[in-house]
């Protein structure tokens, strides 16, 4: 898929001026509440009108305001999930499901419904009206009903944000499941940097107040502590894929193959070897040694390559690039250490991690998203 | 039980206020969506006209149809003349003044109602492929339905006890446009009619009554549905 956009609008006191381009299939599109992205989305979707501008998806334009064109948009074949479930009240949740069929190009067929309601999980719910859904049934069955009018592109506007932490904790799993089951391309609007790095961790654009101010890898956004709003100085970092190779239930960790070292994370919920997963490892997180202590609790003991140094935007630390396995990977120490230990580009040094700083940030990672 | 004049009394009654909300119906949907969802000038304007025959002593509209519709009035002699409709001292002039002074009542359940549908629906089923008017049908009138009711309920009750209006424009013509009301209060003006105007005051019971118990019947099936 393709996305190329380029549109200004003014929505009172607010200015959207945003510039995007990408071939990417999964987009995350992240910013602070209020930055602009939940715009952004409903500019795609034809829900807003910009000002001037174009957009295109796939090839297609749906808005140029030089050619006057702007596809309504119930023509733009887009799935959109809003942060809530907007079900139909009057219908039950088959009805709801099906509504997309009437008006798609090519209907789903029977095997394909049951399809959806099987990876969404939501067969008990056929028959249920949408009053009687807790807000993750009902959010998953939003979802389904998009997917069932066969969009050529899914748009997920803060889907989880609405939930508890409960309910989020049990809808993220099916999202997850989109990237991994379908070949839909995905937009995926967030402010919280762990869905990000969970859902769209291969690509980014960021959005601040109006403006699109970083797009490209995940992994480099996330070596930018300064444009990851509050949380940036404890979550910037690096995001290491990783092979799962051994559940060690007894120990209650598990073993995963970075190249030929060894990566140790509290034990992971599926039991599968061999798919690559994402590890997000904080800068903060990692402890930099000449040499590896003989009896240290910390696990991950990693041969790295000091590759670059930088000071830290606030000029309290040094941020140390290195190379694991032909991976990157960042640590941040203070200003004090990297001389005392005579740093430099090109040295060999131990990169230490305590297993359970990685407790949350080992993540299966499901095809494509 | 009820003689034959009484029978066609009631069944003129029904004929009358039944013609006068199924005309008012769609214009009243018009009206009521402008109203829920227009930002145009022209609301406020449109609300208080809608409004007026709420406020406005029945004969006034009355009288102000007959100088408008009536055979030379402005519209209604051209009316006459080209299509030849006519609504004075006719029982659509019954219907029409029952239509007009009942279409305050329409409006506003369904304006209500459509003033509490969440505009999210709306957005998420353009976003499904639904084009506008498949919005409308498909999601719009059938959450507005409860309220689409009550109008009707409302109006269809306020058209068939319409009197002061009528009586001005349409006249109170035996077989033609004597309503319930009018007949009951011919009956009550001639000595030893009270039996037959007590007779036809049940009966205005028993219809707005069954009229008012139907449509709670048929709101509750709905809502049972959507809660």
């Known amino acids: 898929m393709s996305l190329d956009l380029d549109i200004s609008l003014r929505q009172g006191a607010f200015k959207l001026q945003a510039t995007l381009a990408s071939d990417e299939r999964v987009i995350g599109l992240f910013g602070p509440s209020g930055a602009g992205k939940s715009s952004l989305l409903r500019v795609i979707a034809g829900l807003a009108r910009p000002d001037a501008g174009h957009v295109r998806i796939n090839g297609r334009d749906v808005f140029d305001s030089r050619h006057a064109v702007n596809t309504p948009t119930h023509r733009r074949r887009l799935g959109v999930v809003f942060q809530q479930p907007r079900l139909f009240a009057h219908l039950n949740v088959t009805h709801n499901l099906t509504y997309g069929r009437w008006f798609a190009r090519k209907r789903a067929s029977r095997a394909r419904f049951d399809h959806v309601v099987e990876m969404l999980d939501i067969g008990a719910l056929l ?81 601040d107040d109006g403006r699109v101010v970083f797009a490209g890898p995940t992994a ?81 003991r990693l041969a790295a390559r000091i590759t670059g140094m930088t000071e830290t935007a606030d000029g309290q630390g040094v941020e140390v690039r290195l190379d694991v396995a032909g991976q990157r990977l960042d640590a941040r120490i203070t200003r004090f250490s990297a001389p005392a230990m005579r740093l430099a580009p090109g040295d060999t040094v131990t990169a230490i991690i305590k297993s359970l700083a990685l407790a949350e940030q080992a993540w299966q990672r499901l095809g494509g998203l | 039980m009820l003689d034959a004049t009484q029978l066609e009394v009631v069944q003129l009654s029904l004929k009358v206020a039944g013609t006068a909300v199924a005309f008012s119906l769609p214009l009243a949907l018009a009206v009521a969506w402008f109203l829920a969802r227009s930002t145009s000038r022209w609301r406020m304007i449109v609300d208080a006209l809608v409004h007026l025959p709420l406020v406005l002593p029945p004969v006034v509209t009355g009288y102000l149809l007959l100088v408008v519709l009536g055979r030379r009035g402005l519209i209604g002699g051209w009316l006459a ?106 009956f009550i003006q001639v000595p030893g009619g009270e039996s037959q105007a007590a007779q036809l005051i049940v009966v205005s019971i028993a219809v707005s009554l069954s009229a008012l118990v139907l449509a709670e019947w048929v709101a509750r099936r709905i809502r049972r549905r959507q809660t």
Not at chain 1, 157 to 177: F, K, M, Q
Not at chain 1, 258 to 273: F, H, I, K, M, S
Not at chain 2, 94 to 110: H, K, Q, Y
């Open chain 1, 127 to 207: 028959t249920r009206r949408t009053a009687a859904l807790s807000g993750g049934e009902a959010q998953r069955v939003a979802i389904g009903r998009a997917l069932l009018s066969e969009p050529d592109m899914l748009l997920l506007d803060e889907p989880l944000a609405a939930l508890d932490v409960a309910r989020r904790a049990e809808v993220l799993p099916y999202i997850e499941r989109l990237g991994a089951e379908t070949e839909l391309p995905i937009v995926f609007v967030t402010h919280q940097l762990d869905e990000l790095l969970r859902l769209a961790n291969r690509y980014v654009a960021a959005v």
């Open chain 1, 220 to 300: 480099d956004f996330l070596a930018r502590p300064e444009l990851l709003g509050d949380t940036g100085y404890h979550e910037a970092g690096t995001l290491l894929r990783a092979r799962p190779i051994a559940h060690q239930a007894v120990d209650g960790l598990s073993v995963l193959a970075l190249g030929d070292q060894r990566l140790y994370v509290p034990q992971l919920d599926a039991n599968n070897t061999g798919d690559e997963i994402t590890v997000h490892v904080r800068a903060l997180d990692v402890i930099l040694a000449r040499e590896v202590p003989a009896d240290m609790s910390a696990l991950n």
């Open chain 2, 81 to 186: 003349e080209h299509l030849g409709i006519v609504f004075a001292f006719h029982w659509t002039g019954a219907a029409l003044a029952g239509a007009i002074m009942g279409f305050p009542l329409m409006v506003r359940p369904i304006r209500l109602s459509l003033e509490a549908i969440d505009a999210g629906s709306e957005a998420a089923a353009a976003t499904l492929g639904a084009a506008p008017v498949m919005v409308w049908l498909t999601v719009t009138l059938p959450l507005a339905l409860p309220g689409v009711l009550a109008g009707l309920v409302l109006a269809f009750a306020r058209a068939l006890g319409e009197f002061g209006a009528t009586i001005t424009f349409a006249a109170n013509i035996p077989g033609e446009t004597r309503t319930l009301p009018l007949a009951i209060y011919s």
